[in-house]
């Protein structure tokens, strides 16, 4: 017997209905990104753009770097459900990390149809791999909304990275992320994933065992819709019961395009999150301060 959802999944996602001017936003975001690469460039700031990590025309990565020798490499990947958007929107949000020493990779990747979600996770792999093996030190994951999920999945058992860059990992921070993608099963966007109970369930980082206990913070703005705030806590809630040290913040009353404006500024809560210094214990002790 197949049950019928008792909630609307579509208005569950549905982040533009309910933010208003938001379907202005990814144009706004391109030409923001635009003029901030245009600044570095005229600065002489180094910025590679368009580095392959296969043969697909979106397998490409840029970097920011930073002034100095780099601290390490901040990954972000970008969201949109996996279907929409691309790298060239989100560069300014480098600016954060960039300005405290960090190379910033920022993605790329195959967008639905044209791909399944398991194979972004392959590729997001692909790329930080690549990126790893451009920048010395320890890296920081980061993915907001879709790229939530994609970083959170090099976390799990079945990681597409190779030990020696997993390993390298100092700390993840999930911004809005989906970790539960079964209810995507009853949206009209997966005429677009193509997503089956089978691949939901592989791709869906609360049902995953972590490959280690590395440090996570899991992102989400207070405004945003009750579905990311669910899935949010929910990610928090099942690692923390397999002794990953997890934090779980809830900010403000951002929604879901405005909590990541942070990354651009280095001295936010949210930049600090992503490339700061942490440690196991002070996760452990966070948590238990928000519980």
């Known amino acids: ?41 005229a600065g002489g700031q180094r910025l590679e753009l368009d580095i392959p990590y296969g043969n697909h025309p979106r397998e490409k990565l840029d970097i920011v770097w930073p002034d100095d020798t780099p601290r390490g490499i901040a990954v972000f990947v970008h969201g949109g459900f996996w279907m929409r958007l691309e790298k060239g929107h989100w560069t300014d949000f480098a600016e954060g990390a960039r300005a405290k020493g960090w190379a910033v990779c920022l993605p790329s990747y195959t967008l639905a149809p044209e791909a399944r979600i398991h194979e972004i996770t392959a590729q997001i792999g692909r790329a930080i791999s690549t990126a790893a093996g451009l920048v010395d ?11 939530g999920h994609l970083a959170t999945r090099m976390l799990c058992s079945d990681t597409p ?108 809560p949210i930049t600090a999150a992503f490339v700061d210094s942490v440690t196991q214990d002070q996760l452990q002790h966070e948590a238990g301060a928000d519980t």
């Open 137 to 147: 030190g320890p890296i920081r994951l980061s993915g907001h909304s879709a790229g």
């Open 161 to 268: 990275l190779p030990g020696p860059v997993f390993e390298r990992i100092a700390h993840t921070l999930s911004i809005s992320g989906l970790h539960d993608l079964r209810p995507l099963l009853h949206t009209a966007m997966n005429r677009t994933l193509n997503l089956d109970l089978e691949e939901a369930r592989a791709e869906s980082a609360v049902l995953a065992q972590p490959a280690a206990a590395a440090p996570l913070t899991c992102w989400v703005g207070g405004g945003e819709r009750p579905e990311f705030i669910r899935q949010t806590r929910l990610l928090t809630d099942m690692w923390a019961g397999l002794d990953v040290p997890v934090r779980c913040e809830v900010e403000g009353d951002h929604n879901h395009f405005t909590i990541i404006e942070g990354l651009r500024e280095p001295d936010s």
């Open 1 to 41: 017997m197949t049950l019928e959802p008792l909630c609307d999944w579509d208005d569950a996602f549905a982040n533009m209905k309910h933010v208003a001017n938001s379907g202005e936003l990814p144009a706004f975001w391109a030409a923001r990104a635009a003029a901030y690469r245009a600044d570095l460039q």
